[in-house]
Each structure stands twice: as C-alpha cells, then as structure tokens.
C-alpha cells in the first residue's frame, strides 16, 4: 500500500468523528487535502468549517465546502489534522506547510483534536524532522542566535512567507527530549510567534494508517 493510499484512508477515517450540523476546523497540507475531498460528500451536514491556512481556504471553497472566521464560529467541537511527527504522547512537530501559527489558533480553539497520519510519521522521539519556527521578519537573527544556544541549526525556509507576513526558520539536530517544556521555553523567545512544537496542546486522538490498516490510538501515559 503507498503513502497516499495510506493517508487517504487516514482521513476518510476521520469522518466518524464529524457530527452534523457543526462547524469544524481543518488543517493544512497532503493528508487535510485527502479529508478536505472526503468532507465534501458529507458537506450538506455542515454549518461551515474554519480553516487553517489559505490554501485550505482555497481548496474547501473549490469543493463548495463554506468557509468561516473562527471568531465568528468560536469554539469547535472538532480539529482535523496531520502531523510531521507524532509520539506515543500525540505530541507532534508541524508546520512542514509553514500555516503552523494558524493551525495551532485553531486546535487550541478545538474541544477535540483528531490526527491523522501515515505510519512513516510514528517516531520514538520528536525532532529528526526539523522543527519550523514562525519568526518576525526583524527578529530572524536574534532568535537564530537563541536557537544556537540551545544545540539546533536553524536554516531560513528559503523564498518562502507565512500567511501571516513572516518567515519560518527550520531548526536541525536540536534535541527534544521533553517536548512540552521546550515549546514553553522557545515560546518566551522575543520574535518567535509560534514553534511548530504541538506538545503543551496535543492530539486527543491518532487515526494511524497503516499496512494492516487504521489504528486508533489515544495518548500514552507513563
């Protein structure tokens, strides 16, 4: 089985846990697409979705799939999204698609945060993707040199800008062995807007495609 047979039975997984007459959010990037293209059969059972990227806009409003603000909408009951990397905890490194800032508003905006991944994305330990951090234009070079501090090798995404006007630095061999406290810790850096970290708000539950199939998998606790 491919990749993509993978994550699209991933999303359509996701379907369950859409209820009617609701208005959810959805993320951004190959697998969100896969879900976008589901949820347009089921589109007349909804109120509307949010979306997390202009792209995803872009994408929902070709399907005839509504679109809303989130601060029109408020609270969701549901966020559907993939991921770059998730653990056993549900923690995950996003922003692979640069719309991390917005998709983290969303999920925090969510009541329940549904992933959905491939099984290439199940890892041990975060960090062997590199972690994208959202960064204001003028403050590139100090959180560069904050981020060296702290063992990673930031790298400029290259002719790239946010959705929001600013650039993303995706940082290397930096090490993530508790990963919530170091998203705090990268948080209070002056210049960061988000890190591509989703560890203090995590997934509540993994549709993980695999071989065998789509499995389900809650958060583990030690």
């Given amino acids: 089985m491919s990749t993509d047979d993978m994550k699209k039975r991933a999303a359509e997984a996701a379907l369950d846990y859409v209820e009617d007459n609701t208005v ?8 969100a697409n896969y879900f976008i293209e589901a949820l347009s059969r089921i589109k007349h059972r909804l109120d509307g979705v949010v979306s997390s990227s202009a792209a995803t806009t872009q994408r929902l409003k070709a399907f005839g799939i509504p679109v ?14 993939g ?6 905890q549900l923690q995950l490194i996003k922003g692979g698609g640069g719309a991390l800032t917005r998709e983290k508003i969303v999920a925090a905006a969510s009541e329940l945060f549904v992933c959905i991944a491939d099984q290439s994305k199940w890892v041990e330990m975060l960090g062997a993707f590199p972690l994208p951090i959202e960064v204001i234009p003028m403050a590139r070079s100090h959180v560069g040199r904050e981020l060296l ?16 006007g600013n650039l ?3 940082v290397y061999n930096l090490q993530i062995l508790e990963p919530a406290k170091l998203e705090a810790e990268l948080n209070s850096i002056v210049g960061i807007v988000t890190v591509g970290l989703f560890a203090l708000r995590p997934a509540n539950v993994l549709l993980l495609a695999t071989a065998e199939g789509v499995k389900t998998i809650r958060p583990w606790r030690s």
């Fill in 68 to 81: 809303l603000d989130l601060n029109a909408a408020g609270p969701l009951p549901l966020y559907v999204d």
């Fill in 24 to 31: 959810l959010g959805v993320g951004t990037g190959s697998t």
């Fill in 168 to 170: 993303i630095l995706d």
């Fill in 83 to 88: 991921a770059d990397e998730t653990n056993r």
């Fill in 149 to 164: 501090k702290r063992g990673g090798q930031p790298v400029l995404r290259e002719n790239f800008i946010t959705d929001n």
